[in-house]
Each structure stands twice: as C-alpha cells, then as structure tokens.
T-cell receptor
Framework: NAGVTQTPKFQVLKTGQSMTLQCAQD?????MSWYRQDPGMGLRLIHYSVGAGITDQGEVPNGYNVSRSTTEDFPLRLLSAAPSQTSVYFC?????????????FGDGTRLSIL | AQSVTQLGSHVSVSEGALVLLRCNYS??????LFWYVQYPNQGLQLLLKYTSAATLVKGINGFEAEFKKSETSFHLTKPSAHMSDAAEYFC?????????????FGSGTQLTVLP
C-alpha cells in the first residue's frame, strides 16, 4: 500500500522560480489537503479539495495554486517562489469531508528558496 | 475559529517515567480531537482520536488521552516512557470551515526520553 506519495522529497529554488509539488494517493479518498510546517507553528492549511474539480483556500493560500483533475492527484504550484515559502510541505488525504476519519500524511517535501 | 494550545514546546522525561503532554482546545461545537506523532524526516502518524464516544481514548504504542469537556482539555499520557517515544507530538482539533472539516494543529511538543 503506497498511501500518500509526495515528490520530490527535497528541492532548492531561486527566488522567482516556479515549481509544482506532486501528491498522489491510492486510497480513493475524497478529501485531500496541503499543509506547510514551520518551526514552532505546527502545520497550517494551504489549500484543500473535497473531490475532483473542487478546491478551496485554507489558512495560508497566498502564493500557492492547486487543481484536482482526478481523485488521485492534488499538485501544489508555487507561482513565483519567495524566501518566506521555505518550509516543509505535507500532503494529506482522508476518505470524506466529514472529518471524523484520520488524515493520512505523505513524508513531506523539504523546500528551500534562496 | 478553533484553536489548539500545547503547553510546553519541549518535554523531557526519563525512560520508564510517566509521559504527560498537555493540550487545550477552543471550539464552539463538540469537536473531534486527534493526537499525531512525527518522527524525524517523516510525515505525521495518527496516535489516537476522540469523536464523541468514550472520553478515555486508547491509542497505539501504549498512549491514551482523556477528553475533559469542562476543562477543554485532551492531554496525552503514557505510563512508562520508552526511548522509541522520542518524537514530536501534535494535538489537533477538527471543525467545519468552508466545505469540509479542517484540522487546526497545535504548535507541537518535542518529547525527549533520557536514558
């Protein structure tokens, strides 16, 4: 069982570059989400999706874009990277939008913006 | 808005001692509550969850937590710490925001287990 797979695991970018963080799940989960983790701040929600073609903003959406063309994939795009976006990014999924089920997390993408 | 406060960003215990990690939440409706553990360079793994059934919840690896509505608390305990328990622990509350329930995380508690 692969669960939630994130690629790449590490990435270094220059300010102003764009890139896409990939996330795929093989559990047929309805709900998928992206978080960023910064020291002393826990995880903060960037964007989420409750199904193919449906996305919405979380707590810290600025500078990020998402799409959900299939149930399995939920890529996160950095439009023009800034040093403030240096962070560890986690993708997660759960079976429905109801929220009593636990979320399954990927292993993270460690992103540095120079 | 929901919020979670974890008291103590760093906690150290001796191997074999009681582990107590504190979590207080604010929620305008009965919440769903979760504890997750994160080992270095890994994602978060579920330890246990409270979803309005029994107030004492047992999880994996000998951990348990008690939901106390009057105190708005959901503290995590383990009777006897093991070296393998060293990790970062996150408390989270789930509540509706937008079109789905969202998790709001505390800032985390780093647990160190001393030999």
């Amino acid at each position: 069982n692969a669960g939630v797979t994130q690629t790449p695991k590490f990435q270094v970018l220059k300010t102003g570059q764009s890139m896409t963080l990939q996330c795929a799940q093989d559990m047929n989960h309805e709900y998928m989400s992206w978080y960023r983790q910064d020291p002393g701040m826990g995880l903060r929600l960037i964007h989420y999706s409750v199904g193919a073609g449906i996305t919405d903003q979380g707590e810290v959406p600025n500078g990020y874009n998402v799409s959900r063309s299939t149930t399995e994939d939920f890529p996160l795009r950095l439009l023009s990277a800034a040093p403030s976006q240096t962070s560890v990014y986690f993708c997660a999924s759960r079976s429905s939008r109801q929220g009593h089920q636990p979320q399954h997390f990927g292993d993270g993408t460690r992103l540095s913006i120079l | 808005a929901q919020s979670v406060t974890q008291l103590g960003s760093h906690v150290s215990v001796s191997e074999g001692a009681l582990v107590l990690l504190r979590c207080n939440y604010s929620s305008s409706v009965p919440p769903y509550l979760f504890w997750y553990v994160q080992y270095p360079n890994q994602g978060l793994q579920l330890l246990l969850k409270y979803t309005s059934a029994a107030t004492l919840v047992k999880g994996i690896n000998g951990f348990e937590a008690e939901f106390k509505k009057s105190e708005t608390s959901f503290h995590l305990t383990k009777p006897s710490a093991h070296m393998s328990d060293a990790a970062e622990y996150f408390c989270a509350v789930s509540a509706f925001s937008g079109s789905a329930r969202q998790l709001t995380f505390g800032s985390g508690t780093q647990l160190t287990v001393l030999p």
